[in-house]
């Protein structure tokens, strides 16, 4: 099952990468998809059809059928019934087969939850869909097998995939042996040509040793070329690749998850492990109706770094710098959340591991709504008492710009193609000082960054 956790890792002994490629010849190597995997699996030419049932969002009658009282009654004692009954329903509302798989996969995401407890116990029961059903309870063997019933009951070509996925237990800084089978999932035919599938990620996930009940559908129907980010099965034609990655491919690509590459206009991807020299940079863009965030951590104090990121976005596009305080090994968190939401979610993880620190702090970057809006001017801190500090600000659909401290502010004075300046001597009697954007000369204002000041 996959973790929520941001920087809840396990850390292996030791830290290494083996790459026979770089990050630039693998990339093209996934980009490199044919119509055919191998003489057995079909790829589709446009996963646009498959990619519309990606909702996030069960159907309101599939949960309606997982609560029925006809059918609860047959759930434990005849199984097998239960499973005939349901898919006949699904068969009357289904208008085509991506809808009787998506139905299938949302009775069983939304019925079972993942069994933390005798996950995290070593106490695993038969995972036999009927044991399943009967105690609405599963690890992933359990999840893909309940979901190979349902479609064979449904007529839907489906198979059980066996191998290695980057969830719970799993670390971007650790030793990773691909070859060792610690998950299932799915490959499901449709219309003659083959779809990835993860029911139990598309269950919930696990916060610390609980699982959270939580539908989406990252995992349903997903790119090859997507999906080889996280999972590889003991089978290298089940990777549904024109040219199958090895296993030490696999450990030089970082953790990403599909809605990444759904999010982002081609974005290239660091190393597992990437090195730098205290700095590093990175460009890469959002789609519309989209944002990005990031997070940092140090993987010897286990602790999240603040001051040490650096972002501005222009139409979308946005380039992120981290300043690493010292030699070692951290972990970069990629966040998405849809603009105008007051929360987002991981997409990526990768390792930054450096031979040397940097001294340079970053005033603090709070997203908010204004357009094209960035600092300019300072980009480090802290800002020194008593000094005159010029401040410009870039932001196109707000009037006012504003330097805040304590009770007190003062606007920057603008031009109409949103460019706002100003020089401010530093109050004497403040420890930080923010920069603020509103449409409103007096009131509404949403802050943009935050400096310390000594």
């Known amino acids: 099952m996959k973790t929520k956790s941001i920087f809840a ?28 995997a191998g003489p057995k699996y079909t790829l589709p030419a446009s996963y646009d059809e498959a990619y519309s049932y ?19 009654s047959l759930r434990v004692s005849n199984p097998s019934k239960y499973v005939q009954e349901a898919c006949a329903k699904i068969s009357e509302l289904a208008k085509n087969d991506f809808e009787k798989a998506k139905m299938a996969h949302d009775f069983v995401a939304v019925l ?13 029961p038969p995972q036999d869909f009927a044991n399943v059903l009967k105690t609405k309870l599963a690890v992933c063997e359990g999840y893909a097998n309940t979901l190979k019933k349902f479609l064979d009951t449904l007529k839907i070509s ?35 040509e083959h779809y ?40 290298a034609k089940k990777q549904l690749l024109d040219s199958p990655l090895s296993a030490e491919e696999f450990t030089s690509l970082p953790d990403f998850r599909p809605i990444f590459f759904d999010i982002t206009n081609g974005a290239s991807v660091p190393n597992k492990i990437q090195d730098c020299n205290g700095i590093y940079s990175w460009e890469l ?5 989209y944002n990005l965030s ?58 930054l591991r450096t031979n040397e620190g940097s001294d340079i702090l970053y005033p603090t970057i709070f997203p908010n709504s204004g357009k094209n809006a960035y600092i300019v001017e300072p980009l480090e801190m802290p800002l020194k008492k008593g000094e005159t500090q010029k401040f410009s600000v870039h932001v196109e659909n707000k009037k006012f710009v504003a330097v805040i401290f304590g009770r007190d502010f003062i606007q920057l004075e603008g031009d109409e193609n949103g460019n706002f300046t100003g020089e401010i001597e530093i109050p004497q009697n403040i420890k930080d000082l923010s920069i603020a954007i509103s449409n409103s000369e007096n009131r509404g204002y949403e802050g943009l960054a935050r400096y310390k000041v000594e």
């Open 112 to 124: 079972i939850s993942y069994d933390a407890k005798n996950f995290w116990a070593g106490t695993i």
């Open 9 to 36: 890792i396990t850390i292996a002994a030791a830290l290494t990468l083996t790459s026979c490629e770089t990050m630039d010849n693998l990339a093209s190597k996934l980009d490199n998809i044919s119509q055919k």
């Open 294 to 351: 990031f997070a940092i951590a140090s993987l010897s104090t286990m602790r999240e770094l603040q001051d040490r990121i650096l972002t501005k976005t222009i139409d979308g596009k946005t380039s992120v710098t981290f300043s690493l305080p010292e030699a070692g090994d951290y972990e970069v968190q990629v966040f998405y959340w849809k603009q105008g939401a007051k929360s987002g979610a991981g997409c990526g993880s990768f390792v």
């Open 285 to 289: 863009e959002a789609k519309d109706g």
């Open 196 to 235: 990835l599938v993860d029911c139990t990620w598309d269950s919930g996930h696990m916060e610390g040793r609980v699982s959270k009940q939580a539908y989406n559908t990252d995992w349903l129907f997903v790119k090859p070329e997507h999906f080889i980010y996280s999972h590889y099965p003991d089978s």
């Open 54 to 72: 990606r909702t996030n969002s069960a159907y309101k009658e599939i949960i309606t059928l997982t609560r029925s009282k006809t059918l609860e």
């Open 158 to 192: 489906c198979e059980i995939v066996h191998g290695y996925a980057r969830g719970v237990g799993t670390s971007p800084a650790s030793q990773e042996n691909p070859k060792a089978s610690n998950h299932a999932w799915n490959i499901v035919k449709i219309n003659d």
